[in-house]
């Protein structure tokens, strides 16, 4: 059974960080292309952060130069550290891990920037 569960979240402060963790069980997770994803009310999902099988690294200039992925191969884990977060960066947060058409998503948590 092939598992990604997520955690970390929570409330923070504007300026303030917050790391995310998506831990995989039941892939061969190195093969995979791994990525963070939000929601928030009333908008789509959008990317936040990508980082492929083989190391290529994406992110929108929304969250350029504040938000960091990083994987863990030998503990099958993606991380995603926020920096500078903004009340604009409030929404559920999502991992996923992708192989070919093959797609898995983390269960979804919650971020909420405000004073």
């Known amino acids: 059974q092939v598992q990604l569960v997520q955690s970390g979240g929570g409330r923070v402060v504007p300026g303030g960080s917050l790391t995310l963790s998506c831990i995989a069980s039941?892939?061969?997770?190195?093969?995979?292309?791994v990525g963070w994803y939000r929601q928030a009310p009333g908008k789509e999902r959008e990317l936040v952060a990508l980082?492929?099988?083989?190391?290529?690294?994406n992110y929108p200039n929304s969250v350029k130069g504040r938000f960091t992925i990083s994987r863990d191969n030998n503990k099958a884990t993606v991380y995603l550290q926020m920096n500078s977060l903004k009340p604009e960066d409030t929404a559920v947060y999502y991992c996923d891990a992708v192989r070919g058409k093959t797609v898995y998503w983390g269960q979804g948590t919650q971020v909420t920037v405000s004073s």
């Open positions: 039941g892939i061969e997770f190195s093969q995979y292309s």
């Open positions: 980082l492929t099988d083989n190391g290529i690294f």
